[in-house]
């Protein structure tokens, strides 16, 4: 069954610290792949996305993703977290119908 | 580009009611989904539409849920006979087909939260 899976539910890193989340995918072939942010009672922004091509792909906001087909890993990262980097980030997948496939989430809190 | 627009942002009714949701994607934008999302838990898909057609519907939506875009622009997604399982935040996307690949990217709206008492 395809899938998509967020080892970490949640994560906790100072302002101005780097951020890595990880996502890995269970599909035939390679899916389309996204990174959405969710800030409390708000629906989803798209940061990046992953069609074909360069593995590393820039977003907005400073965030950046880079796609290993080995580990069937999508890693969402940042250098520099800010304060209003808190929110929940979800790792979406699709491939062949249009629907996403959305991992659990992980939310990330920013301490000061 | 005024974005996807949900409507009401909260919902709360009793157990039994019928509540109905609408969602205005962004113009232009011919594909229209439905996701719901519970506390804890990322998106899972209902629906979607191309144009009017709804060409798939998920085994989530049972009998009490009904989605229609009868214009193809808005869509509304209706729930029979509520049940305290049905609360969780509905969200709805669209997205425009241009190159083969830009047509899985989907932008959100705020979603709708449907709290059942």
Known sequence: A?????PDIHITVSEGASLEL????SY???PYLFWYVQSPGQGLQLLLKYFSGDT?????K?????FKRSQSSFNLRKPS???SDAAEYFCAAASGDYKLSFGAGTTVTVRA | DTGVSQDPRHKITKRGQNVTFRCDPISEHNRLYWYRQTLGQGPE????F?????????????????????????????????EQGDSAMYLCASSLPRKAAASYEQYFGPGTRLTVT
């Not at chain 2, 898909?45 to 979607?48: D, E, I, K, S, V």
């Not at chain 2, 191309?50 to 939506?61: G, I």
């Open chain 2, 50 to 82: 191309q144009n009017e057609a709804q060409l798939e519907k998920s085994r989530l939506l049972s009998d009490r849920f009904s989605a229609e875009r009868p214009k193809g622009s808005f869509s509304t997604l209706e729930i029979q006979r509520t």
């Open chain 1, 22 to 25: 990880r996502c890995n995918y």
């Open chain 1, 2 to 6: 395809q899938s998509v899976t967020q």
């Open chain 1, 56 to 60: 590393l792909v820039q977003g907005i």
């Open chain 1, 62 to 66: 400073g965030f950046e993703a880079e």
């Open chain 2, 45 to 48: 898909f209902l629906t979607y």
């Open chain 1, 28 to 30: 035939g072939a390679t």
């Open chain 1, 81 to 83: 977290v800010h304060w």
